[in-house]
């Protein structure tokens, strides 16, 4: 049973008529709109490491009487396997969300998730300072919440737990900035997503201020308002440990006169779906995975000495970009391009090599290269089926891997030449 479920059966707050549904596989545990007088399903409940609460609204109970646990309860909370528990659907009163977080302390809960609620009013956070809890991962998908800025001495009163805290994702819940002070609370945290928000150039600025998140790692603010690369990376400058950074799905415009320097330790750099025409410049410098996919490049002429992977499908490439320029390379993906043929002396020396949907030249060289590649094992699951030929003409629609590409077949002259010679011999012989 989850600590939610004990919380809520003692404070009376479950009357709806509901069911939990355990799943032994998953160790999965889903409870609907719970009730008092189906206590006795929540009982399958206690082996799940993982426990849902869908619907129900909570608003009548705010001021309902709440006390902290008796030593019993406390010893009963901290034997619990449930490690996330996931909120959805529901009306949260922020004051009662405070009373809830105390409990949190009792348990082994390390993730925490609410999906598609609402949180209204204002919580007392007082009585949470020096509060420790267990959460090192916090989730919030498609909420409403009142707007976080004022709320310093709130982020103050949780700083002894969100100090510690190590993931934190605040997605598709029209968040439009983080103030500066509140990024400086979060001194371990190492990945944070704030996808699909409404985040612009000049709210990013303020959000990444000298202090902010010292320790973040891995920063996600794919589809917002972003257009300037420049000042996108005059944003980061200040985060020293970032090794991956998600730019995709933004609108992003190139700045001639840049001369910003994006973090060292950059490492992964996604530009996927960004609206770019040509490749954006400077890139951080000791890159090893870029992914430029489903852009609109015609070409990719830059150079990395560190660059292990390169993504580039769903691009207007005519031509592979040199592998000479990338002597780390092992996976390149070139995926719904304009490329005719393959560089086989260089693309041959790669583990990994995606080149599906291309208008193909099925010319001897160009068929014998992917049918070479095929053999070692590097063009994955969509060869052959995805292979298809566009020219030459009689080969037109056909598979790349039924192309005949045997020497008698493609170099006769080769053949036949070696042939006459060796007759003509026989016949001066004789």
Known sequence: MSVAVLLLLGLGLLEAEGRCFFSHAQKYCVCYNLSEESLSSLIQCLPASVVEFRGGELEKYV????????????????SLVVRKIIFGELLVPEILL?????????????ELVFESCIFEGR????????????????????VTSPPLMGREQDFSSLSSWLEILQ?????????????????RVFKDLRSLDVAQNSLGDESLMATFCKGAFPQLQVLSLQRNN???YHRVCESVQLLPELQHLDLSQNKLKADPSSSCQWPVSLRIFNLSSAGLDEVLTPLPPSLEVLDMSCNHLHAVDISFSSLKKLFLSQNM??????????????TLHLDNNSITELPWNEVKHLQDVAAADNPYNCSCSAAGGLQALATLGHLGQSWPQDYTCH?????????????????????????IAPVCIALALLGVAG
């Open 63 to 78: 001021a309902f009487p709440i006390s902290d646990p008796d030593p019993s309860t406390i010893e009963m909370l901290g």
């Open 98 to 110: 405070a009373w809830i977080l105390r409990f949190f302390s009792y348990t082994q809960v390390q």
């Open 123 to 142: 919580g007392n956070w007082d009585e949470m300072a020096g509060q420790d809890l267990p959460i090192l991962s916090l989730h919030f998908h498609n």
């Open 167 to 183: 993931e934190l994702a605040v997605t598709a819940s029209h968040v439009t900035s983080l103030p500066c002070v509140i990024g």
């Open 226 to 228: 972003l257009t300037s």
């Open 317 to 330: 490439l005519q031509a592979a970009p040199s592998i000479k320029n990338y002597p780390m390379l092992d």
């Open 391 to 415: 020219s030459p003409p009689h080969y037109r629609g056909k598979l790349v891997k039924d192309v005949p590409v045997s020497v008698l077949h493609c170099n006769s002259a080769a053949v």
